[in-house]
């Protein structure tokens, strides 16, 4: 099995019931469940319980490189999946990237439209 580190190290708001995987598997309970997925956009998510009783709903790849790979301007950063696919959300498959890096290869990989000539909404057509 997969070593499991628990996510209020990494987010201490968040209840100290919830654990990860670097697969990107989650899990509740000390590790004795796992949690069902939820998607928006085609992205896993799922919503955790913070210590104050409020409730916030995180994107499992944020949550897997916040715990496996942090770094110190996450929060101006997002995180790219490499082969494209919104669903595999293991640690070698992820990495963190500015807005422009990661637009630029979503073009590349054919996930997104290049925004040139009358395709940009901030052209003029004359």
């Not at 670097?22 to 998607?39: I, Q, R």
């Not at 500015?98 to 395709?119: F, Y």
């Amino acid at each position: 099995m997969d070593k499991l580190v628990q996510i209020s190290q990494f987010l201490p708001a968040v209840k100290d019931r919830y654990y990860i995987n670097s697969k990107g598997e989650l899990f509740t309970d000390n590790g004795a469940k796992k949690m069902k997925d939820a998607l928006k956009n085609g992205y896993v998510k799922n919503q955790l319980c913070h210590k104050d009783g409020t409730q916030k709903f995180y994107f499992r790849h944020r949550l897997v490189m916040m715990c496996f790979n942090p770094v110190e301007n996450q929060d101006n950063l997002q995180v790219n999946h490499k082969d494209g696919n919104k669903l595999n959300n293991s640690l070698e498959n992820l990495e963190w990237c500015t807005n422009q890096e990661n637009r630029i290869h979503a073009v590349k990989m054919g996930l997104a439209a290049s925004l040139k000539g009358s395709t940009n909404p901030a052209s003029k057509l004359l």
